[in-house]
């Protein structure tokens, strides 16, 4: 069966140091990735998404980046962190086409102070 | 573009009350539905799903039915537990391009004994 796996589960960090989050998938191959982050009380925005390897498209201007190294491997990353980077954020992966959902991982709660 | 709407949370419910979260979408073409559920401090996991018109989705109780000709997919359980307290989310997947999913902002769910 195929899982996912999102390190580390919280994270505490100060304003201006840098970021890097991943996510592992298991059990799938070549599967679309996703990085979402989610604002306290508020819904999910889309950051990144990739459908391979090295394939990298962005939604929103940010100060955070995205790299996808190996087929199954998702990194979100940051080269300094802003107050306003604070939230839950969501890896998801998904295989197949559109009725197909996504699948998501447990989150990582960052608290930039 | 595609969008999704949902009832304004959040709602409160006793224990054994009938519960319905609406949603309604707007989308091109033929999207697949989904309902997903987050658990405090957890990622969302799929609750149940339609892919096509008059598609009915159940899973634990819970049921949607796709209805396009309303454009809606709400959510519907006959009776409600303590457990079921969670966030909601109504999200759509429209075809072609990379399996983007468009969620609803997500609605609170408190059952009390």
């Known amino acids: 069966s195929q899982t996912i796996h999102q390190w580390p589960a919280t994270l505490v960090q100060p304003v201006g140091s840098p970021l890097s989050l991943e996510c592992t998938v298991e059990?799938?191959?070549?599967?679309?990735l996703y990085w979402y982050r989610q604002a306290a009380g508020r819904g999910l925005q889309l950051l990144f998404y990739?459908?391979?390897?090295?394939?990298i498209s962005s939604e929103v201007p940010q100060n955070l980046s995205a790299s996808r190294p190996q087929d199954r491997q998702f990194i979100l990353s940051s080269k300094k962190l802003l107050l306003s980077d604070s939230g839950f954020y969501l890896c998801?992966?998904?295989?197949?086409?559109?009725?197909?959902?996504?699948?998501f991982g447990d989150g990582t709660r960052l608290s930039i102070l | 573009g595609n969008s999704v709407t949902q009832m304004e949370g959040p709602v409160t419910l006793s224990e054994e009350a009938f519960l319905t979260i609406n949603c309604t979408y707007t989308?091109?073409?033929?999207?697949?539905l989904f309902w997903y559920v987050q658990y405090p401090g957890e990622g969302l996991q799929l609750l149940l799903k339609?892919?096509?018109?008059?598609d009915k989705g159940s899973n634990k109780g819970f049921e949607a039915t796709y209805r396009k000709e309303t454009t809606s997919f709400h959510l519907e359980k006959g009776s409600v537990q303590v457990s079921d307290s969670a966030v909601y989310f109504c999200?759509?997947?429209?075809?072609?391009?990379?399996?983007?999913?468009?969620f609803g902002t997500g609605t609170k769910l408190q059952v009390i004994p």
């Open positions: 998801a992966w998904s295989v197949g086409s559109s009725n197909q959902p996504q699948h």
């Open positions: 059990g799938t191959s070549n599967p679309n």
């Open positions: 990739s459908v391979g390897i090295g394939q």
């Open positions: 989308a091109t073409g033929y999207p697949s």
């Open positions: 339609a892919t096509k018109a008059d």
């Open positions: 999200a759509l997947s429209a075809p072609g391009g990379y399996q983007k999913v468009t």
